[in-house]
Protein backbone atom coordinates (compact mmCIF):
# COMPACT_ATOMS: atom_id res chain seq x y z
CA UNK A 1 0.00 0.00 0.00
CA UNK A 2 1.49 3.61 -0.98
CA UNK A 3 2.41 6.31 1.72
CA UNK A 4 -0.97 8.18 2.68
CA UNK A 5 0.86 11.49 1.11
CA UNK A 6 0.78 9.73 -2.19
CA UNK A 7 -2.33 8.18 -2.07
CA UNK A 8 -5.46 9.55 -3.47
CA UNK A 9 -9.10 8.95 -1.79
CA UNK A 10 -12.50 10.07 -3.31
CA UNK A 11 -15.14 10.45 -0.13
CA UNK A 12 -18.87 10.19 -1.10
CA UNK A 13 -20.08 13.22 0.83
CA UNK A 14 -23.65 13.30 1.62
CA UNK A 15 -23.44 15.96 4.22
CA UNK A 16 -24.20 13.81 6.90
CA UNK A 17 -22.37 12.96 9.98
CA UNK A 18 -20.85 9.57 8.65
CA UNK A 19 -18.95 10.35 5.12
CA UNK A 20 -18.00 13.79 6.95
CA UNK A 21 -16.11 12.16 9.42
CA UNK A 22 -14.74 9.48 7.16
CA UNK A 23 -13.46 12.32 5.43
CA UNK A 24 -11.82 14.32 8.19
CA UNK A 25 -10.00 10.99 9.10
CA UNK A 26 -8.53 10.42 5.90
CA UNK A 27 -7.25 13.77 6.18
CA UNK A 28 -5.87 13.35 9.59
CA UNK A 29 -4.31 10.55 7.92
CA UNK A 30 -2.60 12.43 5.52
CA UNK A 31 -4.37 11.19 2.52
CA UNK A 32 -4.67 13.73 -0.68
CA UNK A 33 -9.13 13.70 -0.09
CA UNK A 34 -11.29 14.80 -2.30
CA UNK A 35 -14.71 14.84 -1.53
CA UNK A 36 -17.16 14.08 -4.05
CA UNK A 37 -21.51 14.34 -3.67
CA UNK A 38 -23.37 12.61 -6.16
CA UNK A 39 -26.67 14.56 -7.57
CA UNK A 40 -29.66 11.85 -7.99
CA UNK A 41 -32.62 11.19 -9.46
CA UNK A 42 -36.09 12.49 -7.54
CA UNK A 43 -39.52 13.08 -8.02
CA UNK A 44 -40.37 16.58 -9.69
CA UNK A 45 -43.94 16.50 -9.67
CA UNK A 46 -45.43 15.08 -6.23
CA UNK A 47 -47.36 17.97 -5.22
CA UNK A 48 -45.33 19.51 -1.47
CA UNK A 49 -42.10 18.00 -2.24
CA UNK A 50 -38.97 19.54 -3.49
CA UNK A 51 -38.17 17.69 -7.04
CA UNK A 52 -34.73 17.15 -4.91
CA UNK A 53 -33.77 13.47 -3.85
CA UNK A 54 -33.41 13.09 0.25
CA UNK A 55 -29.74 12.21 0.06
CA UNK A 56 -29.05 15.13 -2.18
CA UNK A 57 -31.38 18.54 -0.98
CA UNK A 58 -29.81 21.85 -1.61
CA UNK A 59 -29.30 21.88 2.44
CA UNK A 60 -27.17 18.65 2.31
CA UNK A 61 -25.33 19.67 -0.92
CA UNK A 62 -24.25 22.95 1.15
CA UNK A 63 -23.59 20.78 4.17
CA UNK A 64 -21.40 18.45 2.32
CA UNK A 65 -19.54 21.84 0.91
CA UNK A 66 -19.16 23.20 3.99
CA UNK A 67 -17.28 20.64 5.35
CA UNK A 68 -15.14 20.45 2.23
CA UNK A 69 -14.38 23.93 3.18
CA UNK A 70 -13.46 23.53 6.76
CA UNK A 71 -10.97 19.86 5.46
CA UNK A 72 -9.81 22.28 2.60
CA UNK A 73 -10.66 19.42 0.09
CA UNK A 74 -11.64 19.63 -3.42
CA UNK A 75 -15.23 19.20 -3.48
CA UNK A 76 -17.35 18.52 -6.93
CA UNK A 77 -21.30 17.45 -7.41
CA UNK A 78 -21.62 14.98 -10.10
CA UNK A 79 -24.91 14.64 -11.84
CA UNK A 80 -25.83 11.10 -11.28
CA UNK A 81 -29.67 11.74 -12.36
CA UNK A 82 -30.10 9.00 -15.55
CA UNK A 83 -28.11 6.63 -14.63
CA UNK A 84 -29.63 6.45 -11.10
CA UNK A 85 -33.43 6.50 -12.79
CA UNK A 86 -32.31 3.68 -15.32
CA UNK A 87 -30.43 1.95 -12.79
CA UNK A 88 -32.04 1.89 -9.55
CA UNK A 89 -35.83 3.65 -9.68
CA UNK A 90 -36.47 1.47 -12.69
CA UNK A 91 -35.02 -1.60 -10.97
CA UNK A 92 -37.79 -0.70 -7.99
CA UNK A 93 -40.91 -0.53 -10.33
CA UNK A 94 -39.99 -3.79 -11.94
CA UNK A 95 -39.29 -5.51 -8.94
CA UNK A 96 -43.05 -4.78 -7.40
CA UNK A 97 -44.39 -5.35 -11.10
CA UNK A 98 -42.67 -8.83 -11.29
CA UNK A 99 -43.96 -9.70 -7.38
CA UNK A 100 -40.75 -9.47 -5.12
CA UNK A 101 -39.59 -6.79 -3.10
CA UNK A 102 -36.95 -5.72 -4.35
CA UNK A 103 -33.91 -3.78 -2.29
CA UNK A 104 -32.36 -0.84 -4.00
CA UNK A 105 -29.93 0.13 -1.94
CA UNK A 106 -27.90 -3.14 -2.68
CA UNK A 107 -28.93 -2.31 -6.20
CA UNK A 108 -27.30 1.79 -5.43
CA UNK A 109 -23.91 -0.13 -3.80
CA UNK A 110 -23.49 -1.92 -7.25
CA UNK A 111 -24.36 0.01 -9.81
CA UNK A 112 -24.07 3.34 -8.05
CA UNK A 113 -21.64 3.94 -5.60
CA UNK A 114 -19.42 1.25 -6.47
CA UNK A 115 -19.67 1.37 -10.40
CA UNK A 116 -20.56 4.74 -11.67
CA UNK A 117 -19.00 7.08 -8.59
CA UNK A 118 -15.99 4.64 -8.55
CA UNK A 119 -15.27 4.89 -12.48
CA UNK A 120 -15.67 8.75 -11.67
CA UNK A 121 -13.06 8.53 -8.87
CA UNK A 122 -10.75 5.94 -10.85
CA UNK A 123 -10.44 8.09 -14.07
CA UNK A 124 -9.85 11.10 -11.66
CA UNK A 125 -6.11 9.21 -11.38
CA UNK A 126 -7.73 8.39 -7.29
CA UNK A 127 -6.37 5.22 -5.57
CA UNK A 128 -10.01 4.68 -3.43
CA UNK A 129 -13.25 5.62 -2.81
CA UNK A 130 -14.66 6.17 0.43
CA UNK A 131 -17.94 6.06 2.16
CA UNK A 132 -19.67 6.74 5.89
CA UNK A 133 -20.65 2.91 5.34
CA UNK A 134 -20.13 1.17 9.02
CA UNK A 135 -17.74 -1.78 7.89
CA UNK A 136 -14.17 -2.95 7.44
CA UNK A 137 -12.04 -4.49 4.81
CA UNK A 138 -9.11 -6.52 6.23
CA UNK A 139 -6.62 -8.85 4.72
CA UNK A 140 -5.82 -12.30 4.73
CA UNK A 141 -2.07 -13.54 4.58
CA UNK A 142 -1.56 -13.53 0.80
CA UNK A 143 -3.09 -9.75 1.12
CA UNK A 144 -6.77 -10.24 -0.45
CA UNK A 145 -9.16 -7.69 0.83
CA UNK A 146 -11.95 -9.08 3.28
CA UNK A 147 -15.44 -7.18 4.15
CA UNK A 148 -15.92 -7.84 7.81
CA UNK A 149 -18.88 -6.33 9.98
CA UNK A 150 -18.78 -2.59 11.64
CA UNK A 151 -17.51 -2.29 15.36
CA UNK A 152 -20.75 -1.04 15.70
CA UNK A 153 -23.51 -4.17 16.16
CA UNK A 154 -26.15 -1.56 15.59
CA UNK A 155 -25.13 -0.16 12.46
CA UNK A 156 -23.06 -2.33 10.96
CA UNK A 157 -23.93 -1.88 6.80
CA UNK A 158 -22.18 -5.33 5.82
CA UNK A 159 -25.43 -6.43 4.56
CA UNK A 160 -25.68 -4.02 1.34
CA UNK A 161 -21.98 -4.11 0.96
CA UNK A 162 -22.29 -7.76 0.02
CA UNK A 163 -21.84 -6.61 -3.80
CA UNK A 164 -18.61 -5.99 -3.74
CA UNK A 165 -16.53 -7.20 -6.42
CA UNK A 166 -13.20 -8.69 -5.69
CA UNK A 167 -11.77 -5.66 -8.12
CA UNK A 168 -13.97 -3.02 -6.72
CA UNK A 169 -13.07 -4.13 -2.30
CA UNK A 170 -9.49 -3.12 -3.55
CA UNK A 171 -10.45 0.08 -4.24
CA UNK A 172 -12.63 0.84 -1.52
CA UNK A 173 -12.28 2.42 1.72
CA UNK A 174 -14.58 2.78 4.76
CA UNK A 175 -12.57 4.97 7.73
CA UNK A 176 -15.57 4.99 10.09
CA UNK A 177 -16.11 0.88 10.47
CA UNK A 178 -13.76 0.80 13.31
CA UNK A 179 -16.06 3.33 15.42
CA UNK A 180 -19.25 3.41 16.86
CA UNK A 181 -22.17 5.77 16.23
CA UNK A 182 -21.73 7.70 19.21
CA UNK A 183 -17.70 8.13 18.82
CA UNK A 184 -18.20 9.42 15.33
CA UNK A 185 -20.73 11.95 16.57
CA UNK A 186 -17.86 13.16 19.38
CA UNK A 187 -15.52 13.64 16.70
CA UNK A 188 -18.00 15.72 14.58
CA UNK A 189 -18.60 17.51 17.67
CA UNK A 190 -15.06 17.91 18.83
CA UNK A 191 -13.86 18.90 15.13
CA UNK A 192 -16.91 21.25 15.12
CA UNK A 193 -18.56 19.94 12.52
CA UNK A 194 -22.18 21.39 11.89
CA UNK A 195 -23.75 18.19 11.16
CA UNK A 196 -22.52 16.43 14.27
CA UNK A 197 -26.22 16.09 15.84
CA UNK A 198 -28.04 15.49 11.96
CA UNK A 199 -30.02 12.39 11.15
CA UNK A 200 -29.67 9.08 9.39
CA UNK A 201 -30.47 9.62 5.99
CA UNK A 202 -33.44 6.94 4.87
CA UNK A 203 -34.32 4.37 2.53
CA UNK A 204 -35.82 5.19 -0.58
CA UNK A 205 -34.41 8.55 -1.03
CA UNK A 206 -35.99 8.67 -4.34
CA UNK A 207 -39.85 8.95 -3.00
CA UNK A 208 -40.79 12.26 -2.30
CA UNK A 209 -43.42 11.60 0.96
CA UNK A 210 -41.41 7.99 2.06
CA UNK A 211 -44.65 6.01 0.54
CA UNK A 212 -43.36 3.47 -2.20
CA UNK A 213 -47.34 2.16 -2.55
CA UNK A 214 -48.29 5.96 -3.73
CA UNK A 215 -45.06 6.32 -5.77
CA UNK A 216 -45.71 2.65 -7.53
CA UNK A 217 -49.81 4.00 -7.93
CA UNK A 218 -48.17 7.35 -9.50
CA UNK A 219 -45.27 5.67 -11.74
CA UNK A 220 -46.57 1.98 -12.42
CA UNK A 221 -50.64 1.91 -11.39
CA UNK A 222 -50.93 -0.94 -14.02
CA UNK A 223 -49.37 -3.33 -11.61
CA UNK A 224 -52.26 -2.96 -8.89
CA UNK A 225 -54.50 -4.85 -10.84
CA UNK A 226 -57.18 -7.09 -8.72
CA UNK A 227 -56.72 -10.55 -8.43
CA UNK A 228 -57.71 -13.52 -5.96
CA UNK A 229 -56.95 -14.20 -2.13
CA UNK A 230 -56.56 -17.57 -1.85
CA UNK A 231 -55.31 -20.84 0.24
CA UNK A 232 -52.07 -22.66 -0.75
CA UNK A 233 -54.93 -25.42 -1.91
CA UNK A 234 -56.56 -22.98 -4.56
CA UNK A 235 -59.65 -21.85 -2.00
CA UNK A 236 -60.63 -18.48 -3.12
CA UNK A 237 -61.50 -16.37 0.02
CA UNK A 238 -61.67 -13.20 -1.55
CA UNK A 239 -59.83 -10.58 -4.03
CA UNK A 240 -56.63 -8.18 -3.27
CA UNK A 241 -56.33 -4.83 -4.67
CA UNK A 242 -53.01 -5.07 -5.76
CA UNK A 243 -49.70 -6.97 -4.53
CA UNK A 244 -47.36 -4.31 -3.72
CA UNK A 245 -50.11 -3.22 -1.29
CA UNK A 246 -48.71 -6.38 0.61
CA UNK A 247 -45.93 -8.51 2.48
CA UNK A 248 -44.73 -11.39 3.61
CA UNK A 249 -45.98 -12.20 6.97
CA UNK A 250 -48.63 -9.61 6.75
CA UNK A 251 -52.01 -10.37 8.89
CA UNK A 252 -53.86 -7.10 9.24
CA UNK A 253 -55.62 -5.60 6.54
CA UNK A 254 -56.75 -8.63 4.09
CA UNK A 255 -59.90 -7.63 4.50
CA UNK A 256 -61.26 -11.56 4.25
CA UNK A 257 -63.48 -13.33 7.26
CA UNK A 258 -61.80 -16.82 8.64
CA UNK A 259 -61.76 -19.21 11.72
CA UNK A 260 -58.29 -18.13 12.74
CA UNK A 261 -55.78 -15.59 11.58
CA UNK A 262 -54.11 -15.63 7.94
CA UNK A 263 -51.19 -14.26 6.92
CA UNK A 264 -49.52 -13.59 3.44
CA UNK A 265 -47.67 -16.74 2.67
CA UNK A 266 -46.55 -15.72 -0.81
CA UNK A 267 -47.60 -12.84 -3.67
CA UNK A 268 -48.07 -14.53 -7.17
CA UNK A 269 -47.25 -12.59 -10.33
CA UNK A 270 -48.14 -15.62 -12.49
CA UNK A 271 -51.94 -15.91 -11.32
CA UNK A 272 -51.60 -12.32 -9.61
CA UNK A 273 -52.82 -13.95 -6.51
CA UNK A 274 -52.32 -13.49 -2.88
CA UNK A 275 -51.43 -16.80 -1.44
CA UNK A 276 -52.29 -16.59 2.58
CA UNK A 277 -52.60 -19.10 5.31
CA UNK A 278 -52.10 -19.60 9.03
CA UNK A 279 -49.15 -19.26 11.34
CA UNK A 280 -48.17 -22.68 11.00
CA UNK A 281 -48.23 -22.31 7.26
CA UNK A 282 -45.78 -19.04 7.37
CA UNK A 283 -42.47 -19.70 7.16
CA UNK A 284 -39.99 -21.71 5.54
CA UNK A 285 -36.32 -23.59 6.13
CA UNK A 286 -34.95 -23.38 1.96
CA UNK A 287 -34.45 -20.82 -0.05
CA UNK A 288 -32.94 -20.30 -3.27
CA UNK A 289 -30.76 -17.21 -4.31
CA UNK A 290 -29.35 -15.44 -7.78
CA UNK A 291 -27.87 -12.63 -8.85
CA UNK A 292 -24.72 -14.29 -6.83
CA UNK A 293 -21.43 -12.59 -5.70
CA UNK A 294 -18.66 -13.54 -3.72
CA UNK A 295 -16.41 -10.94 -2.25
CA UNK A 296 -13.43 -12.92 -2.72
CA UNK A 297 -13.81 -14.29 -6.78
CA UNK A 298 -15.56 -17.58 -4.91
CA UNK A 299 -17.24 -19.46 -2.53
CA UNK A 300 -15.33 -21.33 -0.25
CA UNK A 301 -16.63 -24.60 -1.01
CA UNK A 302 -18.93 -26.06 -2.85
CA UNK A 303 -21.30 -26.72 0.25
CA UNK A 304 -20.44 -24.96 3.28
CA UNK A 305 -21.68 -23.76 7.48
CA UNK A 306 -22.44 -20.11 7.44
CA UNK A 307 -24.65 -17.72 9.35
CA UNK A 308 -27.35 -15.65 6.61
CA UNK A 309 -29.21 -12.73 6.99
CA UNK A 310 -32.09 -12.14 4.55
CA UNK A 311 -32.84 -8.47 5.58
CA UNK A 312 -30.73 -5.84 6.73
CA UNK A 313 -32.11 -5.75 9.79
CA UNK A 314 -32.13 -9.30 10.71
CA UNK A 315 -30.07 -11.24 12.34
CA UNK A 316 -27.39 -13.84 10.95
CA UNK A 317 -28.92 -17.28 11.05
CA UNK A 318 -27.19 -20.66 11.28
CA UNK A 319 -27.71 -22.93 8.05
CA UNK A 320 -25.86 -24.92 5.24
CA UNK A 321 -25.07 -22.98 1.87
CA UNK A 322 -24.79 -25.03 -1.43
CA UNK A 323 -23.44 -24.02 -4.33
CA UNK A 324 -25.91 -24.58 -7.76
CA UNK A 325 -24.19 -22.69 -9.96
CA UNK A 326 -21.85 -20.19 -10.57
CA UNK A 327 -25.10 -17.29 -10.04
CA UNK A 328 -27.07 -19.65 -7.53
CA UNK A 329 -26.82 -20.81 -4.03
CA UNK A 330 -29.48 -22.52 -1.79
CA UNK A 331 -29.68 -21.74 1.99
CA UNK A 332 -31.41 -24.55 4.27
CA UNK A 333 -31.41 -23.07 8.02
CA UNK A 334 -31.33 -24.91 11.00
CA UNK A 335 -34.33 -23.33 11.74
CA UNK A 336 -37.59 -22.08 10.13
CA UNK A 337 -37.52 -18.06 8.99
CA UNK A 338 -41.25 -16.60 8.69
CA UNK A 339 -40.07 -13.01 6.81
CA UNK A 340 -37.83 -14.26 3.45
CA UNK A 341 -39.13 -12.24 1.27
CA UNK A 342 -38.35 -13.01 -2.72
CA UNK A 343 -36.70 -9.70 -3.97
CA UNK A 344 -34.11 -9.28 -0.70
CA UNK A 345 -30.66 -10.22 -0.05
CA UNK A 346 -29.95 -13.43 1.39
CA UNK A 347 -26.33 -12.59 2.53
CA UNK A 348 -23.88 -15.15 3.62
CA UNK A 349 -21.49 -14.60 6.82
CA UNK A 350 -18.68 -16.52 8.80
CA UNK A 351 -18.64 -14.96 12.19
CA UNK A 352 -18.03 -11.02 10.85
CA UNK A 353 -16.56 -12.04 7.81
CA UNK A 354 -19.09 -11.25 5.09
CA UNK A 355 -18.46 -13.76 2.32
CA UNK A 356 -21.09 -12.40 -0.41
CA UNK A 357 -24.70 -13.24 -1.48
CA UNK A 358 -27.19 -13.01 -3.90
CA UNK A 359 -31.05 -12.01 -4.45
CA UNK A 360 -33.45 -14.31 -2.97
CA UNK A 361 -35.68 -16.04 -5.91
CA UNK A 362 -37.61 -19.09 -4.91
CA UNK A 363 -39.12 -20.10 -1.49
CA UNK A 364 -40.09 -23.96 -0.34
CA UNK A 365 -43.41 -23.32 0.22
CA UNK A 366 -44.23 -24.91 4.04
CA UNK A 367 -47.38 -26.93 4.53
CA UNK A 368 -49.54 -26.79 7.75
CA UNK A 369 -48.89 -30.29 9.13
Known sequence: MKDPKDTTVVVAMSGGVDSSVAAALLKKQGYNVIGMMMRLWA???FDGFSGHNRCCTP???????????????????????????????????????????????????????????LNHALMMDADYLATGHYARITHD???TPQLRMGLDPKKDQSYVLSVLTPEKIKHAMFPIGGYEKPAVRQIAEELGFPVAKKGD?????????????????????????????MRQDGTILGEHNGLPNYTIGQRKGLGIAASEPLYVLKLDP???????????????????????NWISGQPPADQF???????????????????????????????????????????????????????????QDKVAT
Open 43 to 45: EET
Open 59 to 117: DQMADARRIANMLDIPFYVIDTKDVFRNKIVQFFIDGYSDGVTPNPCLECNRHIRFDWL
Open 305 to 363: RAQVKIRYKAQPVPATVTILDVDQFSVEFDEPRRDITPGQGAVVYDGDWCLGGGAIQTV
Open 201 to 229: SQDLCFLGDGDYRRFLQDHAVDIFSAGPI
Open 141 to 143: EQG
Open 270 to 292: NRNALIVGTRAELGSSTLTAHRV
